[in-house]
């Protein structure tokens, strides 16, 4: 599914690259944690994934596509086969939630017969079912990245890139968030997801990835968040 | 791709930026009438320059009997007919001479009428004031020069005239307005472009939200770019069709109504109806093509796709 092979990534003007010689593979269908302190590296990691950046050495499969040798016009292919989420929702605020939903489908060009009835279905999948015609201002924040995550799923992608989904959300309101996630996980959907929040690490036990100044100093299945916590 | 969602996006697009799509078409239209006016000129000074060089070349004026009195050129007296039938044969012996035309005193007499009839000068004039001529018509009309040294003093001759002097001067002046027309055209097109730059980028600006999902679900790059480069096209279209009105207008109040040159120059065969419509396509499609091939341009800096 992903697959990183000496990965380094060193941005211009920077004298510590961000990624140093990170190997590592996750397979179909894996929960993945990505931990680590900021600027540890994790958003350079989930942005090579999502081809928002080259590395500048080594090689990234996602998909069994090498990312280097994909040109530039088959990328929103790729993307297509992805979803994300991430911690500030990226929500148009309007649009109702159904219509944020189905903007997801419609720019990529499915007909509008497929749009009609996917987007009820996944809406009903994260929880959200009667409310498809409020506006994302009149939902609370887990609702609101509960929209953020049907639009990531309703093209029904193979890996899902969730990028600190509960950084803005109160404990209990997070704890829905991972069962959802967890939900998605087990219908055969990879997913990385990046994190600060130690008690959703320690108590779902998956596997956990740990970067530091760019290196992959821990990878664990079954893991906690840090030893030192 | 869904025409109605495009649509929309364009429409919503357009409102949020209403003074900038505004100084667009302004920009795009004057430019585009500047572009189609000089077109149209050029094709006046064609059409002028087809008429009367076909018509005239060279004109060699006899001497009347008003000019021997008042002249030193025709000291001799006014031509006779001998001199007449000699200066044709001469002529018709010039191997770069096509035709050679006579015109009589009635007959410039005539023609003077006919040009200026109404004006004072006409009533007094008399036809034995009016020379004879002839009038050559040179194969290569630059061979004049060659008329000018075999003609020029000789007895009964009043003036050997190259008239396309005349007319070239009428066309220089045209075709120095023709650039100035050119070159304020380019000054519009390099504002209009400007704008145009400037109009994108803000426009990717506010809708930045809506193009960075747009990428991450996937969405292709011409999906995403395709409602800037149709917002600019658009006002692009209604910039060229306002330069079209002004076109047509242009030339029905200077031409046919207003400033009325079809009859205040009659001697002038102004470009017709036909010729000025057959600019209007090209002055729509430019309108059309040129915001959207600079949208474009614009968009590879300031929507990373």
């Known amino acids: 599914?992903?697959?990183?092979?000496?990965?380094?990534?060193?941005?211009?003007?920077?004298?510590?690259?961000?990624?140093?010689?990170?190997?590592?593979?996750?397979?179909?269908?894996?929960?993945?944690?990505?931990?680590?302190?900021?600027?540890?590296?994790?958003?350079?990691?989930?942005?090579?994934?999502?081809?928002?950046?080259?590395?500048?050495?080594?090689?990234?499969?996602?998909?069994?596509?090498?990312l280097a040798r994909l040109s530039n016009w088959k990328v929103p292919h790729m993307r297509r086969q992805l979803g994300t989420v991430f911690q500030d929702f990226r929500l148009l605020p309007n649009k109702t939630v159904a219509q944020n939903v189905a903007f997801a489908q419609e720019v990529i060009g499915k007909p509008r017969g497929e749009i009609r009835k996917a987007v009820p279905q996944v809406l009903d999948l994260v929880g959200l079912g009667g409310k498809e015609d409020r506006m994302p201002g009149e939902l609370s924040g887990?609702?609101?990245?509960?929209?953020?995550?049907?639009?990531?799923?309703?093209?029904?992608?193979?890996?899902?890139?969730?990028?600190?989904?509960?950084?803005?959300?109160?404990?209990?309101?997070?704890?829905?968030?991972?069962?959802?996630?967890?939900?998605?996980?087990?219908?055969?959907?990879?997913?990385?997801?990046?994190?600060?929040?130690?008690?959703?690490v320690d108590q779902m036990r998956k596997r956990v990835i740990e970067l530091e100044k760019g290196r992959l100093v821990r990878d664990q299945a079954r893991g906690v968040y840090g030893y030192q916590h | 791709m869904r025409a109605q969602f495009v649509l929309s996006e364009i429409g919503v697009g357009l409102r949020r930026n209403l003074t900038m799509t505004f100084a667009v078409i302004v920009s795009v239209a004057l430019s585009l009438?500047?572009?189609?006016?000089?077109?149209?000129?050029?094709?006046?000074?064609?059409?002028?320059?087809?008429?009367?060089?076909?018509?005239?070349?060279?004109?060699?004026?006899?001497?009347?009997?008003?000019?021997?009195?008042?002249?030193?050129?025709?000291?001799?007296?006014?031509?006779?007919?001998?001199?007449?039938?000699?200066?044709?044969?001469?002529?018709?012996?010039?191997?770069?001479?096509?035709?050679?035309?006579?015109?009589?005193?009635?007959?410039?007499?005539?023609?003077?009428?006919?040009?200026?009839?109404?004006?004072?000068i006409a009533s007094v004039i008399t036809p034995d004031q009016m020379p004879e001529s002839f009038r050559v018509k040179l194969k290569d009309p630059e061979k004049y020069k060659v008329v000018a040294t075999a003609f020029e003093g000789r007895d009964g001759i009043e003036s050997v005239q190259d008239q396309r002097n005349i007319l070239e001067t009428l066309f220089n002046m045209m075709r120095s307005v023709n650039y100035a027309a050119v070159a304020l055209m380019l000054l519009m097109l390099v504002i209009a472009l400007m704008?145009?730059?400037?109009?994108?980028?803000?426009?990717?600006?506010?809708?930045?939200?809506?193009?960075?999902?747009?990428?991450?679900?996937?969405?292709?790059?011409?999906?995403?770019?395709?409602?800037?480069?149709?917002?600019?096209?658009?006002?692009?279209?209604?910039g060229g069709a306002f330069a079209c009105v002004l076109l047509v207008a242009g030339r029905y109040l200077l031409v046919d109504h207003g400033l009325n040159l079809a009859e205040q120059m009659p001697l002038v065969n102004f470009?017709?109806?036909?010729?000025?419509?057959?600019q209007l396509p090209l002055v729509i499609?430019?309108?059309?093509?040129?915001?959207?091939?600079?949208?474009?341009?614009a968009l590879r800096k300031y929507l990373k796709v």
């Open chain 2, 271 to 278: 470009i017709g109806w036909d010729v000025v419509l057959a």
């Open chain 2, 33 to 120: 009438a500047l572009f189609g006016g000089a077109l149209l000129m050029r094709e006046q000074v064609n059409t002028m320059k087809d008429y009367w060089y076909d018509k005239v070349n060279v004109s060699i004026y006899l001497c009347t009997k008003a000019d021997a009195t008042n002249g030193d050129k025709c000291a001799k007296g006014a031509v006779t007919a001998e001199q007449k039938k000699q200066i044709e044969a001469d002529l018709k012996k010039l191997s770069i001479v096509e035709n050679v035309y006579y015109e009589s005193a009635e007959e410039a007499f005539g023609r003077y009428q006919e040009q200026y009839g109404d004006t004072a």
């Open chain 2, 195 to 238: 704008l145009i730059i400037n109009t994108v980028r803000v426009s990717a600006f506010s809708r930045r939200r809506e193009t960075g999902i747009m990428r991450l679900v996937g969405a292709s790059s011409f999906y995403i770019q395709m409602p800037f480069i149709m917002e600019a096209a658009f006002s692009g279209l209604i």
């Open chain 2, 285 to 297: 499609v430019i309108g059309l093509l040129m915001p959207s091939v600079a949208a474009f341009i």
């Open chain 1, 142 to 200: 887990g609702e609101q990245q509960r929209v953020a995550i049907a639009r990531a799923f309703v093209n029904r992608p193979m890996l899902l890139i969730a990028d600190e989904p509960t950084g803005n959300l109160d404990p209990q309101t997070s704890v829905g968030i991972m069962k959802l996630l967890d939900r998605i996980n087990r219908t055969g959907t990879t997913v990385v997801m990046a994190t600060h929040d130690q008690n959703i």
């Open chain 1, 1 to 66: 599914m992903i697959r990183f092979d000496n990965v380094s990534k060193s941005y211009p003007k920077q004298n510590r690259p961000a990624l140093r010689e990170v190997s590592l593979e996750i397979e179909k269908g894996e929960f993945v944690f990505l931990v680590g302190s900021s600027g540890s590296g994790k958003s350079t990691f989930l942005r090579l994934i999502l081809r928002e950046e080259r590395a500048s050495t080594g090689q990234v499969h996602v998909l069994g596509k090498d």
